[in-house]
């Protein structure tokens, strides 16, 4: 089946330094890619929606200079998270889907990456 | 415009009772419906999903759904409830397949001896 590596797993950073999360499918190609973010406790906040070649779209009161966001291929997502500071702590997770497929694929999700910026 | 509501934040069962956890959808265009479930710090697992056809979803671990259009939901059952089964639940929506994902708040599904 449709598998989506997320990586790091969990990461601690300084406050003010940058960190890169990425997000790779690994047996299909994934033209759309979705990042979003879960505080404690909370559902699942779309940040971006990325499309392989594009400039991502971002959702309202998300910070694009903040949140870097690259889909160079069809495989791999980046999300940077520049000049993080604690409020920037959280769990943020990538999701996949396939162009004309997503209902079959059902938009298959990264295992998160556990952020903590101290 | 797209939305879930998920009914009830926490839902206790004993274990082998019936687990029923509530979902309600809008959608301006016949929606995409969708059950993921998730254990602390991980990503989320589709347990299954309606696109088109038949209404009744099937899906792992026992899990099923009904779609139902004129109600507007669509509803996460399994007969049996198990240890294993305790997690949170998301209901979500969309409205075609690589279109964005909408979730609901989440049910917490606590399963006791």
């Known amino acids: 089946g449709a598998v989506v590596s997320q990586h790091p797993s969990w990461v601690i950073c300084k406050s003010g330094t940058s960190v890169k999360i990425e997000c790779r499918s690994l047996?299909?190609?994934?033209?759309?890619m979705f990042w979003y973010r879960q505080f404690p406790k909370q559902s699942l906040m779309l940040m971006a929606t990325?499309?392989?070649?594009?400039?991502?779209?971002?959702e309202q009161g998300v910070e694009k200079d903040k949140f870097l966001i690259n889909h160079a291929s069809l495989t791999l997502s980046t999300l940077t998270v520049t000049s993080a500071h604690p409020e920037d702590s959280s769990f943020y997770i990538c999701?996949?889907?396939?162009?004309?497929?997503?209902?079959?694929?059902?938009?298959?999700f990264g295992s998160g990456t556990r952020l903590t910026v101290v | 415009a797209q939305s879930v509501t998920q009914l009830g934040s926490h839902v206790s069962v004993s274990e082998g009772a019936l687990v029923l956890l509530r979902c309600n959808y809008s959608?301006?265009?016949?929606?995409?419906l969708f059950w993921y479930v998730q254990y602390p710090n991980q990503g989320l697992q589709l347990l299954l999903k309606?696109?088109?056809?038949?209404?009744l979803v099937k899906g792992i671990n026992g899990f099923e759904a009904e779609f139902k259009k004129s109600e507007t939901s669509f509803h996460l059952t399994k007969p049996s409830a198990h240890m294993s089964d305790a997690a949170e639940y998301f209901c979500?929506?969309?409205?075609?397949?690589?279109?964005?994902?909408?979730f609901g708040t989440g049910t917490q599904l606590k399963v006791e001896l």
């Open positions: 309606y696109t088109t056809g038949a209404t």
């Open positions: 979500a929506v969309s409205t075609g397949g690589g279109n964005k994902l909408t």
């Open positions: 047996d299909f190609q994934a033209t759309t």
């Open positions: 990325s499309n392989e070649g594009s400039k991502a779209t971002y």
């Open positions: 959608s301006s265009v016949p929606p995409y």
């Open positions: 999701s996949a889907s396939s162009s004309g497929t997503g209902g079959a694929y059902g938009y298959t």
